[in-house]
């Protein structure tokens, strides 16, 4: 081999290793910028823009809305038990406090914006029955939580505008000039469980030779016409008796409203009454012999009516709330007494620890009588909600929304809205009916404007369109019994 080919043949190697040198310095570049950028940003820096995501669902998002329900805080409830003596007296004035520096509860609401039905026009097509995901038949269910949806095919379980003999006029919007009524074809759907289907035969079996006994306000009221229209279907029933003097509900003299209802079906020897009841403890008059006297308002004691029949029930729901305050109690002559005298107490002496007190007080009362009536299932219905806007009902207050505010919305909190109600029945055997959060996203619901009886400009945003709101509720109460 030449001296010439000799030179070549290095020259030709160095080029080679020069090269290898130079890919192995390029690697390890690459490798420090990777490295680097990987402990500044892991993942970002080699995925694409978030657009460019294939999104098999919308996102959500997750908005707490405040209840406007009740201005009261967790350190406005009572825990006290029903009043025996004086000593229990002094330990209950101490736990009755207020501290007005709390914030309300809130309701955990998420928006779902991916529903379908998040539109003006709501209603779904006619084969367009909405449903969830798969439903679990589980029996420790917890019905307030779910979402309202369409169902044109089973709503409304009965006729607003035929259900004459058991629905008030003033409560049957099918009667007044309203004119949207698809708020009648939501059905509430509990998240993660299945909720029996109400038929008033059922109904009506599993309630053979027993007592339904609603007592409390006029929301009360409601629950209990709504229950006889879904029971009979809103048809005529002329064979249903009224059994209302076995329970001392008496026409009074003058034609004057009397004090409750009651309803027996004679094919089951099914009985279902109501008891009017608006703060849920015992009033009497301080002088029988005057009309205008005072009444004592015996916030330690269960109504007379419940002292009374109790015996006589099979099922009990039980519910106040909206009367607790200083127009009905001065309008009506009510004063509060506490073992058997005026009351002294100032803290217990506002209306938001006195209603507390008392729903405390009764839920006790009626746990503790529990035993001696082995049969009875006793519930307390949480506070059905108000939506006024703008105002109160005499002033200015409205609510003209028709389109849901449900439409979209889960209502997934464990706990009760309604902290007194949740609160009263711990460690009780009273179960708590708690419909106010599933309530709360029904605004259009409400009887509005359209009122027969209301004054011009007065809009009734407590109480409910029927059918409506109120059937849930007894649905409700039926798969919890």
Same mark, same amino acid.
């Given at each position: ?11 030709? #190697? ?12 390029? &690697? ?47 350190? %406005? ?10 000593e229990e007296t002094k330990e209950v004035k101490r736990e009755v406090a207020i501290r007005e520096d709390e914030t309300t509860k809130t309701t955990h609401i998420k928006e779902t914006h991916s529903d379908p039905e998040r539109t003006e026009q709501f209603v779904a097509k006619k084969d ?21 949806? &369409? ?9 607003? %505008? ?144 419940l002292r009374q029949y109790l015996h006589k029930i099979s099922v009990l729901v039980m519910n106040t709330g909206h009367h607790w305050n200083r127009g009905k109690l001065n309008g009506n002559r009510? &004063? ?17 620890? #006195? ?5 405390? %007080? ?35 207050? %409205? ?21 007194? #109600? ?46 409506? &709101? ?12």
């Amino acid at each position: 081999m030449t001296p010439l080919h000799r030179n070549r043949m290095k020259r030709g #190697a160095l080029r080679r290793k020069a090269r290898d040198i130079s890919v192995v310095l390029v &690697v390890l570049v690459c490798a420090t910028v990777v490295i680097w950028t990987w402990d500044t940003t892991p993942t970002s820096t080699f995925l694409p823009p978030e657009s460019h995501f294939l999104k098999l669902e919308t996102e959500e998002e997750v908005k707490r809305v405040p209840t406007a329900l009740n201005t009261e805080t967790k350190d %406005s409830y009572s825990s006290a038990t029903p009043l025996v003596n004086k000593e229990e007296t002094k330990e209950v004035k101490r736990e009755v406090a207020i501290r007005e520096d709390e914030t309300t509860k809130t309701t955990h609401i998420k928006e779902t914006h991916s529903d379908p039905e998040r539109t003006e026009q709501f209603v779904a097509k006619k084969d367009d029955v909405s449903t969830s995901t798969a439903r679990i038949p589980n029996k420790a269910c917890n019905y307030a939580k779910g979402k309202w949806v &369409v169902d044109n095919h089973h709503r409304p379980l009965y006729s607003g %505008s035929h259900c004459k003999q058991w629905l008030a006029s003033m409560w049957a919007c099918r009667l007044m000039q309203r004119t949207d009524f698809a708020f009648e074809r939501l059905r509430w759907q509990p998240k993660d469980c299945s909720m029996e289907e109400f038929e008033g035969s059922k109904f009506l079996k599993r309630m053979q030779n027993k007592t339904l006994a609603f007592v409390g306000d006029s929301l009360g009221r409601q629950q209990f016409q709504s229950m006889m229209c879904m029971i009979t279907g809103g048809k005529e029933r002329p064979d249903v008796l009224d059994v209302g003097p076995e329970f001392g509900f008496i026409t009074p003299e003058g034609g004057g409203r009397p004090n409750g209802w009651a309803y027996r079906f004679p094919e089951t020897n099914t009985t279902v009454l109501y008891h009017w009841s608006s703060t849920l403890c015992d009033i009497q008059p301080l002088n029988i012999s005057d009309p205008l006297t005072e009444h004592a308002m015996h916030l330690d004691r269960p109504p007379a009516f419940l002292r009374q029949y109790l015996h006589k029930i099979s099922v009990l729901v039980m519910n106040t709330g909206h009367h607790w305050n200083r127009g009905k109690l001065n309008g009506n002559r009510w &004063v509060m007494h506490l073992n058997g005298v005026p009351n002294a107490n100032k803290k217990l002496a506002a209306l938001g620890n #006195a209603k507390n007190f008392t729903i405390h %007080s009764t839920v006790g009362w009626v746990s503790s009588q529990l035993p001696r009536h082995p049969g009875l299932k006793a519930f307390y219905r949480s506070l059905s909600p108000r939506h006024f806007v703008g105002g109160e009902w005499n002033t200015g207050g %409205s609510c003209n929304n028709t389109t849901p505010m449900s439409i979209g919305k889960e209502v997934l909190q464990e706990e009760s809205s309604d902290y007194s #109600a949740g609160h009263a029945v711990k460690g009780t055997g009273v179960k708590l009916l708690d419909i106010t959060a599933l309530s709360h996203i029904r605004d259009e619901g409400h009887i509005s404007r359209f009122s027969l009886s209301a004054s011009k400009g007065v809009q009734d945003c407590l109480h409910w369109c029927l059918p409506g &709101v109120p059937d849930t509720w007894n649905e409700i109460l039926f798969a919890m019994i």
